[in-house]
Each structure stands twice: as structure tokens, then as C-alpha cells.
């Protein structure tokens, strides 16, 4: 039953036991392959077995995307934990067994990003450097320093001890204290190894070393008892100037050490139109030739390119966009506005959602609490911006599931014994209204009441009151922040998660592994793709081109690409066009 719906190519990758390298193109249905992968991998685990299945994720959009699918084919997924990769050192590292390493044993918190960024800022104006100065916060495995510049390295040096004083870790010490613990400790590796029968890493190609000696130490522990299971395509490594490494087979094989892996390939697009795919198959790196095979793949698409509109009339023409693919029979959920950078749509969000009334947007990466995942504070402000709804029953009934335990592991006691369950919580949020009209207001009103109801006095647990305040601290600094422009009303704080339905508007990091009937992509400028750290310190050709590569094979049928004029650098010149799309001889379409 499982397998029936699969090509012979997905099911030879489902029913494969041991080690797996897969290779896929886009739109090979690499997802559905995970999916099933999870699905078949749970029939073979004993109902008393204590054993879970693992699915590491790029985003948490995705991660969330796996329950929704694994739901809806009626497949039990309390068996499954699915997140991203730094999340999964959290929950099953740090927090268990950070006692065993010295630089944890007195508490730690999450540092967030957004606090993190400031210290970064104020440092860099400390030691003379330029705001757009890179710094590489990675670890190498023997606890050095990736960042090979002599005042990049006193700003890192200076920076760790501001976290350390105030018992902080960043996602880059996450990974580090992960892999120290594990290296330390074998005997975690090997509980970790009996704990999951399956590890599944999907965008493989954008994981930092530290993530794959951390993945491949509790598998070669294993012994085989645990297997790994890598997908990913090195056309979509997008994230090289972050740390992403795209591993070959024989470097991958280096890390498991004495047991085998298979690589084996999804060939065959079933998302994209043959046009759109010889358009994107332009930006290639590894030219392979890429078929369409789904039931579109002969319908005729429309590719168009604007390089000369202002972007004061930039708006204008994404709303005659939008509403020609509305008018054409597109669903709102099949039409994505997709950027290079985030800060590119805190504003065009805003001019959208005013220019078309009636339409839906799902803006929900650009809540001002949207950076603050790990905060206690901001899982529980999830369940109070969303609102009862069949589809999203079982993400609303995880989130509640993490609030529970994560409340537990900061007052080291239990809610009252009326709510110690998921559903009675979920009743008890449903229940809580409040006449604040503003977000902030409105949420402080709620956590007051919730706390009340559950029995939790915050005022005796320092964390709380220390990571409530982050919280709110991060929510003012971006509702203050020009750049964000976000509102402050509790309509649309709440606007963000409607639904999580609607024309998205992301960027192009933001939705990978998904696709649209249309992709309309603005911001296709020098400087934003390639982005300037690699025109200064990377490969910008290899880098705009994945960019570009990752932006056109979103898009099924209809693609719009935008190079707007009228934005300058900081020094008032000119952002010149992309160049890969500047040279670029390609017939385009009208509309």
C-alpha cells in the first residue's frame, strides 16, 4: 500500500536497507520519497520497541511538512521526530546530557539570534570593521576557530566571552557542545544509536561538517543497528558561504568509516513544465539533463523577464502578476513571491496585502517573533496566533506537546493535574480571549492567564522571566526597526499564521523543497544574487547561479523573474543586473 503510488526509482530508495546517498533532481520527488521512506521504515518497528525514526530538516517549514504528510496518509507519526539539524542536537544532546560538559553544568540558555546580531554589530564597530565585514562563526572539530582573519578572530574571541558571561550558547556552540559531548562520551553516540533505527537528512547538501561528524558518530556507533539516509542534489547547495558543504560519495563514505553506502539517483521531473526546466537547467553547475515526466510536462508555459521597471512601480507589477495567474485559474497556495533576502518583503508584504484586499497572503517568516523558535515564549505564542482548524489539528497539537514538556524542564515541576495532557491544554489556549488590540498587549494578557490556569508562578524560575523577556525584547527591537515595517496590531500578528495559506511570500531559502504553479522573483541584482560576501570572499558565478537555479525550479508552469532598477548601494551607486541573467540569450514571453 505504501509503495503503490511510487516510481521504480522511489521505491528501489524506500525499500533500501542500509546507508543511502540519493541524488535528486528537482521536482524528482525527493519529499515523497522521505515520506514514504518514514512511513515503510515505521512497519518495521515493534509496537513496545522504544525506537524512533528520525527526519532532519533544512527549515522548520519543512519539518512541519512531514507530520502534515505523514498525517494525512494516516500514518502515525509519535514514532517520528522531525526538525532541523541544530534542533535535533538540542533536544537530544544538549538538553539530556549537558551536564556532562563543564561549560553547561551551571545552565545555559539559547542565545537568540537577533540579541546575538547586536553584540556581533557592536564588536565590529569596536575593532574598526565595516557592517558588512563576513565572519565565520564556525567551529572546526578540534574546537579552533574556522575564521582565518586575525580581526575577525579577536571579535569572535571577545564575542564568546560575552556569551559565556552570561551563560548564552549560539547555534554554532550548539553544534560544537554537541559533537564535544558526543566525542567525550561515547557512550551517548551509542544510546543515540539504539534510540533511531533511521536518520534521514534531507538537503544534505547545505550541512556543515560539524552536522555530519555529529550524524555519522551515532551511525558508525551503530554498527548498522542505526542507518542514514541522505538526500539532497549539489545544484541546490546554496549555502556554501554559511558553512554548507556538499559531500561526495567518497568523503561521506570517509565518515561512516568501515560501513558501506549506496548512491543511488532520482532522474525524471514530475513538477516542471520541459520549458521551465531547459530554462533553469541554464544555471546548472553539474550538467545533467533533467526530463520532465509528470502529466504537465508539455503544457506551454509562460517565462517572462522585467529588467526595467522602478522599483516604485514594483508593487503594481506583482499585483498584475498575482492577478493574472488568479485569473487563470491558479489557486493562491500556487503562487509564490519569492526573494533573495528577507528584508527585501517586509514592505512590499504591507503595499500587497493593501493593493489586494481580497486576496490571502502567508507571510508567516516575517512575524516579528519569527526568529525565536527555541524560546519557550514563542511556542506557546504559536497556539495563541492560530486558530482551531482541522488541517493544522496535529501541528497545533505538537506545538502543545513541546510547551508541556519544555514548561517542565524549566521549573523542574508539572502543570496542574487538570491540564497535563495535550488536549485539555489545547482546550484551556481555545478557551483564553483577550481585549488587547495590540500584539504585544495581547500576548502578555494571554501567557498571564495561561499561567494562572496551569499553575506556574514564573516569578520563582529565572529562565522563564529571562527568556519572557527576550521574547518581548526581540518583538519591540524589529516593530521599531524601519527595515521591518511590521504592524502592531493583534490582527496582523495573527495574520502571520492564518492558515499558513495563501500567495507565500519567502524567500528562496525559505521555501526549499517546494514548488508553485507560479514563481514570481524580484531583487535578481549584483549584490543580492550573488550575495556581496560572495563577490568578495566566495565564487560569485558558482553562487548566483544555484541561486537562480533554486528560484526557477520552484515554479511548474509559469515563471517571472524581475531585475528592478532605482536600488543603490550605501554609497548611492547603481545595483547592476545579476550577470548570469545580464548575458543571458533567451526568447522571453510577454504579458
Keep these: 500500500m505504501i509503495l503503490d503510488t511510487l516510481s521504480d526509482q522511489q521505491k528501489d530508495a524506500v525499500v533500501k536497507n542500509g546507508n543511502v546517498l540519493l541524488t535528486a533532481c528537482p521536482g524528482s520527488g525527493k519529499t515523497r520519497v522521505i515520506i514514504h521512506k518514514l512511513a515503510y521504515a515505521l512497519k518495521n518497528i515493534d509496537l513496545d520497541s522504544k525506537q524512533r525514526i528520525v527526519a532532519l530538516t533544512f527549515t522548520v517549514r519543512a519539518s512541519e511538512e512531514i507530520y502534515r504528510r505523514l498525517n494525512a496518509m494516516g500514518i502515525n507519526s509519535k514514532r517520528v521526530w522531525s526538525g532541523t539539524l541544530h534542533s535535533f542536537c538540542l533536544e537530544w544532546i544538549i538538553k539530556p546530557y549537558s551536564c556532562y560538559l563543564p561549560e553547561l553544568e551551571n545552565g545555559y540558555l539559547i542565545a537568540d539570534e537577533t540579541y546575538a546580531s547586536d553584540i556581533i554589530s557592536e564588536l565590529k564597530e569596536k575593532h574598526k570593521l565595516k557592517p558588512i565585514d563576513p565572519i565565520n562563526f564556525r567551529f572546526n572539530r578540534d574546537g579552533t576557530f574556522a575564521e582565518s582573519k586575525t580581526i575577525q578572530k579577536r571579535v569572535l574571541k571577545d564575542y564568546h566571552e560575552r556569551l559565556q558571561a552570561e551563560k548564552l550558547i549560539d547555534f554554532e556552540l550548539l553544534l560544537f557542545y554537541s559533537y564535544k559531548l558526543l566525542t567525550k562520551h561515547p557512550k551517548i553516540k551509542k544510546t543515540l544509536s539504539n534510540i533511531f533505527s533511521l536518520i534521514c537528512v534531507d538537503e544534505y547538501q547545505d550541512t556543515q561538517d560539524l552536522l555530519y561528524a555529529i550524524i555519522s558518530s551515532i551511525v558508525t556507533t551503530g554498527e548498522g543497528s542505526s542507518n542514514l539516509f541522505l538526500v539532497g542534489d549539489t545544484d541546490q547547495a546554496i549555502y556554501a558561504s554559511l558553512g554548507g558543504i556538499a559531500k561526495s560519495l567518497q568523503e561521506i563514505q570517509e565518515e561512516l568509516k568501515t560501513l558501506p553506502i549506496e548512491q543511488l539517483t532520482l532522474s525524471g521531473n514530475y513538477r516542471s513544465t520541459q520549458r521551465i526546466i531547459d530554462f533553469y537547467s541554464i544555471f546548472q553547475t553539474n550538467p545533467i ?71 490571502n497572503f502567508d507571510a508567516s517568516g516575517l512575524a516579528p517573533m519569527s526568529k525565536n523558535r527555541n524560546n519557550i515564549w514563542y511556542k506557546l505564542s504559536r497556539l495563541f496566533l492560530t486558530q482551531p482548524q482541522p488541517k493544522i489539528y496535529s501541528l497545533r497539537y505538537k506545538w502543545c506537546s513541546e510547551v508541556i514538556e519544555n514548561f517542565k524542564e524549566h521549573t523542574n515541576t508539572e502543570f496542574s493535574e487538570q491540564y497535563q495532557t495535550e488536549r485539555n491544554v489545547l482546550k484551556l489556549i481555545n478557551s483564553i480571549t483577550s481585549n488587547e488590540t495590540e500584539g504585544i498587549d495581547y500576548l502578555n494578557d494571554c501567557f498571564d492567564q495561561f499561567l494562572e490556569a496551569v499553575g506556574i508562578d514564573q516569578t520563582i524560575y529565572a529562565q522563564l522571566l529571562i527568556n519572557r523577556k527576550t521574547f518581548f525584547d526581540v518583538i519591540k527591537s524589529r516593530l521599531e526597526d524601519p527595515t521591518f515595517q511590521v504592524p502592531s496590531d493583534i490582527a496582523s500578528f495573527m495574520s502571520f499564521y492564518r492558515e499558513m495559506s495563501g500567495v507565500v511570500i519567502n524567500t528562496c531559502v525559505g521555501v526549499k523543497g517546494e514548488e508553485f504553479e507560479t514563481v514570481i522573483a524580484y531583487g535578481l541584482l549584483n549584490g543580492y544574487i550573488p550575495h556581496w560576501n560572495d563577490i568578495f570572499t566566495g565564487d560569485p558565478v558558482a553562487a548566483s547561479k544555484k541561486l537562480l537555479y533554486v528560484i526557477c525550479s520552484r515554479a511548474k508552469t509559469n515563471l517571472h523573474l524581475i531585475s528592478e532598477t532605482g536600488r543603490q548601494t550605501k554609497k548611492g551607486n547603481p545595483l547592476e543586473i545579476t550577470p548570469e541573467l545580464q548575458n543571458l540569450n533567451f526568447e522571453f514571453d510577454e504579458i
Design 289 to 359: 539533463k533533467i526530463e520532465a515526466i509528470g502529466t504537465n510536462k508539455d503544457v506551454d508555459s509562460i517565462i517572462t523577464y522585467n529588467n526595467t521597471i522602478d522599483k516604485g512601480y514594483l508593487v503594481d507589477e506583482i499585483g498584475r502578476l498575482i492577478e493574472h495567474s488568479l485569473d487563470n485559474g491558479i489557486p493562491e497556495d500556487e503562487i509564490c513571491v519569492l526573494v533573495p533576502q528577507w528584508w527585501l518583503i517586509t514592505t512590499i508584504t504591507k503595499q500587497l496585502r493593501a493593493k489586494l484586499p481580497d486576496v
